[in-house]
């Protein structure tokens, strides 16, 4: 099993307090928010571990260095500007097995990490949850009636079943059918193009990607100000 941590991104919405450097680098209670989270990767086994830099990437490598991550292979994506999809194809040609993707602004609990990372399927996955209150903002996904799997995701549908907590599972059989809709996302899309309109275009050709629910664990992410605080409150409080 594998894993790619998109950290490109800017993060220019958490304002000017946090301009010089990449925002899975602010602190949560003078722990830097990523480190939290590659602590948690090291319960479970991986054969190779990727983090995608871009912006303030020198940060990123220091980072590493200074708390002994030296098992995290660190890519640089020098289009950081542009969508995501540019982070994931940076580490492509990395991955060889089953593998997971996660985003570095993103803090799942202990137990949210274990029942992401343990689970196993012949079938591409993403995890979701139905107990938020979604905003503009927010990835919704709509679930097809029928076999309950993935039939739309985008922030701007209107009818919708649950939210995207950023977590994306792909086993090895499925690199041909995940590749190939990778690909046509990105000559659709150009330079806006992102991870989840990969998933919302094979489900809009029938692709058979399975939904896990994980209703009721909590998670954080760091978009905006607003999202640091509650997050440093969430984290603090819950794992003090």
């Known amino acids: 099993m594998q894993l790619v941590i998109l950290a490109a991104g800017r993060g220019s919405r958490l304002g000017e307090d946090h301009a010089d450097r990449p925002k899975s680098l602010v602190s949560v209670g003078d722990v830097p928010y990523l480190k939290r989270q590659l602590e948690s990767f090291r319960h479970f086994s991986f054969s190779k571990k990727n983090l995608v830099g871009g912006y303030g990437i ?29 982070s994931l194809a940076t580490a492509r040609f990395e991955l060889t097995e089953d593998f997971f993707v996660f985003n570095a602004d993103h803090f799942y609990s202990p137990e949210t990490y274990q029942s ?94 399975r939904v896990r629910d994980i209703s009721g664990s909590w998670w954080t992410e760091i978009d905006t100000p607003e999202d640091l605080a509650k997050a440093r409150q969430t984290i603090l409080s819950r794992l003090s």
């Open 116 to 209: 992401i990372l343990t689970m196993r399927s012949d079938n591409i996955t993403i995890f979701c949850d139905k107990d938020r209150i979604l905003t503009d903002d927010d990835m919704k996904v709509r679930l097809d009636e029928h076999s309950g799997h993935l039939a739309a995701m985008s922030k701007t549908l209107s009818d919708f079943e649950a939210g995207y907590v950023g977590v994306t599972y792909v086993p090895k059989s499925a690199y041909q059918t995940y590749w190939s809709a990778f690909d046509a996302t990105a000559a659709r899309l150009g330079d806006k193009a992102n991870v989840e309109n990969v998933l919302d275009g094979l489900a809009a050709v029938g692709g058979d990607i």
């Open 58 to 86: 020198t940060f990123l490598r220091d980072f590493l260095a200074e708390n002994n991550f030296g098992d995290i292979t660190l890519l640089e994506n020098t289009e950081f500007l542009k969508g995501n999809l540019y």
